[in-house]
């Protein structure tokens, strides 16, 4: 189990720092902070490739190794029903940031505040899914 446990955390830090990064690409590619040229095809585009190639095989792993880490433990506490709720959050900001990716590979314009907030989400989510894993609260601190 420790193993897998391993796994999902280092799955897990791979996944938010591609959910932190991705909408800081997506809002400066179009405004013109990046020194890179566009591609000759928009979907060979940086954003698309740490889309695909990190984040979503980083999500995949993290919520299969968490998932087995689940099973093999047979842990139902409170605690983990709220942050696997949470977590249904980041799985949400995943899809948002694939949606904005497609945005611009079609032309548009990303909207700024729009990134800005994935990643405030993004943080308020992790930050609230290491405070229920480290404090492991009980049912009176939830409520």
């Not at 830090?13 to 000759?40: G, M």
């Not at 940031?97 to 989400?121: D, S």
Request: proline letters at 6%; one cysteine or more; a positive charge.
């Amino acid at each position: 189990m420790l193993w897998f446990l391993v796994l999902h955390i280092i799955a897990l830090l791979l996944w938010v720092a591609a959910l932190l990064y991705l909408p800081a690409l997506i809002a400066a590619r179009r405004a013109h902070l990046l020194p890179v040229q566009s591609p000759q095809n928009p979907h060979n585009s940086i954003e698309r490739m740490v889309f695909t190639r990190v984040a979503t095989p980083a999500a995949l792993t993290a919520i299969i190794a968490g998932t087995l880490v689940f099973v093999i433990d047979r842990n139902i506490n409170p605690w983990l029903i709220i942050k696997l709720t949470l977590v249904t959050g980041l799985v949400l900001c995943h899809v948002t940031v694939g949606a904005l990716i497609l945005r611009v590979e079609r032309g548009g314009t990303p909207l700024v505040p729009a990134c800005i907030a994935l990643a405030v989400g993004v943080m308020l989510l992790i930050g609230l899914i290491l405070w229920l894993v480290l404090a492991k609260p009980t049912m009176g601190l939830l409520l």
